[in-house]
């Protein structure tokens, strides 16, 4: 069943719809079964049918979890695809050749990629077009983001699985995979390039790679971030783009860098920042250019507008402590510098590194004198995001956080000048209360494994400043903001193979304040006393000490040991220049003023020129009476 919801632009008269769909059974209730006392099959169907739309990406933790996600992305993507289609076929006098201008299927990561098999059914089988014809058709309509390097989101499913729940489909991939093999032979001969293009992955348990699919089926393939491109161009799909680029096409992978909106992310979470721009800037024309936001430049050294910034700045820190009194009965300090991490739970975005320093932080406050203590600066710090259901290690780093945070916020001696806290059930309510208060927040992934990253966007649009890498979105936002607006650390994304090839050979020092959070730990410092818990963080610091294997999954997989170092001088950076205040509030207002790239305003148009082919097409103001 369709649901569908209008999505009205923006001081426009244009709507759009965004339509869901539930899952329910051909046949509600069986009254057969009901009256043979068989209770539990009489709704069968219908419990069947509601597993596939109840939860979103099940936990495909076993064979049945694994078994239901497929189904699902199946459901979701066959009833748009019917839809789609329906809607197309229903003009007057429609052609098939019409299709690519009409349609466009943007496939975001490998969840939906069973898209293009499934219209090549609904082409082939249902609507009778030939082969070649379909296939045209459907490289010209589907296009796929690519959102993550990370090789979960590179999805392979079983044949077995396949053959079982969607033979007909298996059919389609396999004809798709003959073709496009025979096309690579012709062009390199038989070798290596097969094997790494060809849709099916040979092994113990033969499998269909679910991002090749994509790949082969799709007229463009993006990434997210320029980084992210290139990433995607050098490592993910290098052979496919050394094919795009001997086939004369290198502009089949092109770059779409991530925004996000001002609408949402400035005037309805901060509206006193929102009225700031529109007083000096002299209108609201900014909620839909926000080129016009670099009009705030020239008055960044104003002190009449660094007095606004800074209370609209006091005035979110004030929201979010009554806030996060109600929500969590946390009491914060409106005056410290607030330091927050608020994302996806992974341990490439590394909160277990963030964690780990806030335990430096508060051994440094321990051994300071009161005197000593009360020169510090004050720091509240939040991280916020959720886990995977089956992802264990990440749900040990936020038990970790938690315990570390009831140490520290209980501690007399230091909790006048540390505060740390997860932020339950994380959420876009939340973000709106967390982002407009931040002076600086965290987007500290191990180099080149972040995509893109919008919360980077949506913090900087607010007038934070970032401590990060040099990976993702970051980069780009360096270059627009300027150098002196982010607080960056770490390695390079070059720079990854050669200190995971040192530390085979036994160079992967561990630096001595990080050493002593190790044995913290170890003591069971953090624990409470919680004997599980205890040896679950042990078992992640045994790993991250297997010094000898630095880089790979045995070892610290995301070069925590290595960028700790640089991460905790980049802090000691932070503290120094929160204390000037003047040039923090201009450096303050230059980062929030230059975002203009990151608006999805701009992203849309990138796609709409560049992928689908689509020209703006606002509707006519209604005639004056």
């Not at 820190?317 to 929500?327: G, N």
């Not at 969590?328 to 277990?352: G, P, V």
């Not at 005197?371 to 995001?385: F, P, Y």
């Not at 991250?544 to 790979?552: H, Q, R, S």
Request: aromatic share 8%; hydrophobic share 40%; proline share 4%.
């Amino acid at each position: 069943m369709a649901y569908d919801n209008p999505i009205p632009g923006f001081d426009t008269y244009n709507t759009n719809n965004l339509r869901l769909w539930r899952a329910l059974p051909s046949k509600e209730f069986d009254l057969d079964a009901y009256s043979s006392a068989n209770f539990t099959e009489a709704v069968e169907q219908r419990r069947k049918a509601e597993d596939l739309s109840a939860v979103l990406y099940p936990n495909d933790a076993t064979y049945q979890g694994k078994e239901l996600r497929l189904r699902q992305q199946y459901f979701f993507v066959s009833a748009s695809l019917q839809d789609l289609l329906r809607e197309f076929i229903k003009r007057p006098n429609y052609k098939w050749s019409e299709m690519p201008e009409k349609v466009s299927v943007q496939m975001n990561d490998t969840h939906p990629t069973i898209t293009v098999a499934e219209m090549m059914r609904l082409l082939v089988d249902v609507q009778r077009v030939g082969w070649e014809e379909a296939w045209e058709l459907t490289k010209k309509c589907c296009n796929y983001t690519n959102h993550t390097v990370m090789p979960e989101a590179l999805e392979k499913w079983p044949v077995e699985m396949m053959e079982r729940i969607l033979p007909r489909h298996v059919q389609i991939i396999g004809e798709i995979n003959r073709r496009w093999i025979n096309e690579l032979l012709e062009m390199y001969g038989d070798g290596p390039m097969i094997e790494k293009l060809s849709i099916f992955e040979e092994g113990d348990e033969k499998k269909i790679r679910m991002g090749n699919l994509a790949i082969v089926g799709s007229n463009k393939v993006n990434g997210v971030a320029a980084l992210h491109t290139e990433i995607i161009k050098k490592e993910t799909f290098p052979e496919y783009y050394k094919w795009a680029c001997d086939k004369g096409e290198p502009d089949k992978i092109v770059n779409m860098t991530n925004g996000v909106t001002q609408r949402r992310w400035i005037h309805c979470a901060n509206p006193v920042l929102s009225a700031i721009f529109t007083k000096y800037l002299g209108s609201q024309k900014w909620l839909t250019d926000m080129t016009l936001l670099k009009g705030m430049l020239k008055h960044k050294e104003d002190p009449k507008l660094h007095a606004e910034w800074m209370e609209m700045k006091q005035g979110c820190k004030a929201r979010l402590a009554a806030w996060l009194k109600e929500v969590m009965d946390l009491d914060i300090d409106q005056d410290a510098l607030i330091d927050i991490q608020i994302k996806r739970i992974h341990e490439y975005k590394r909160q277990l590194m963030n964690c780990l320093y806030v335990i430096h932080r508060y051994q440094t406050l321990k051994r300071m004198s009161p005197a000593e203590r009360a020169k510090t600066q004050k720091r509240v710090v939040l991280i916020g995001g959720k886990a995977a259901s089956a992802y264990v290690n990440a749900k040990i780093i936020i038990k970790l956080i938690n315990n570390v945070s009831k140490v520290v916020n209980n501690d007399p001696e230091t909790s006048p000048y540390l505060k740390f806290a997860f932020v339950p059930n994380y959420r876009v309510s939340a973000a709106q209360m967390l982002i407009p208060a931040s002076d600086i927040s965290e987007h500290i992934s191990t180099a080149g494994t972040e995509a893109s990253g919008t919360s980077n966007m949506k913090f900087v649009m607010n007038g934070g400043l970032i401590v990060g890498t040099m990976d993702g979105a970051n980069i780009e936002i360096r270059e627009e903001c300027g150098d002196d607006t982010m607080f960056i650390f770490g390695c390079l994304e070059h720079e990854v193979a050669g200190i995971a090839a040192r530390s085979k050979e036994g160079h992967y020092p561990i630096d001595s304040r990080l050493q002593a959070v190790f044995q913290a730990i170890r003591n069971g410092d953090f624990s409470r006393d919680e004997s599980d818990a205890h040896q679950e963080f042990c078992s992640i610091l045994d790993r991250l000490c297997n010094t000898t294997a630095a880089g790979t999954w045995d070892g610290d997989r995301y070069l925590v040991i290595h960028d700790f170092p640089s991460f905790c001088d980049a802090q000691a950076r932070v503290d120094a220049l929160y204390k000037d205040k003047a040039t923090w509030c201009k450096l303050s207002i230059q980062a929030a003023s230059s975002m203009a790239k990151f608006s999805t305003d701009r992203t849309m148009k990138e796609y709409a020129e560049v992928i689908w082919g689509v020209k703006s097409a606002p509707r006519p103001l209604p005639s004056a009476k």
